[in-house]
């Protein structure tokens, strides 16, 4: 699992986050200037952000407490989100 810190959080990404070929790289820059964030049920939280060639992306995390977050799925956003977005 590879690590980043962020202002806020730690981010560690969980090899299942890279099943839809995002490298590490672009699913921190996701998290980090996410667009749109809902915590879901069961200690989940989607963001909605720009990979680092501007797609956007769907990444959900874990919270695993103590401020650290753990990626469990990351891929390019499906249009079921748009209306996540700001100003849509």
Request: aromatic share 4%.
């Amino acid at each position: 699992m590879r690590i980043f810190r962020s202002p806020i959080r730690m981010l560690e990404i969980h090899p299942s986050a890279r099943k839809h070929g995002l490298s590490d790289g672009d699913i921190e820059h996701a998290v980090k200037h996410a667009m749109s964030i809902d915590d879901q049920d069961d200690n989940l939280r989607l963001y909605l952000g720009p990979a680092g060639d501007a797609d956007l992306l769907e990444v959900v995390t874990a919270d695993e407490g103590q401020d650290r977050e753990l990626a469990i799925h990351a891929m390019k956003m499906r249009p079921k989100y748009i209306d996540f977005l700001p100003g849509e």
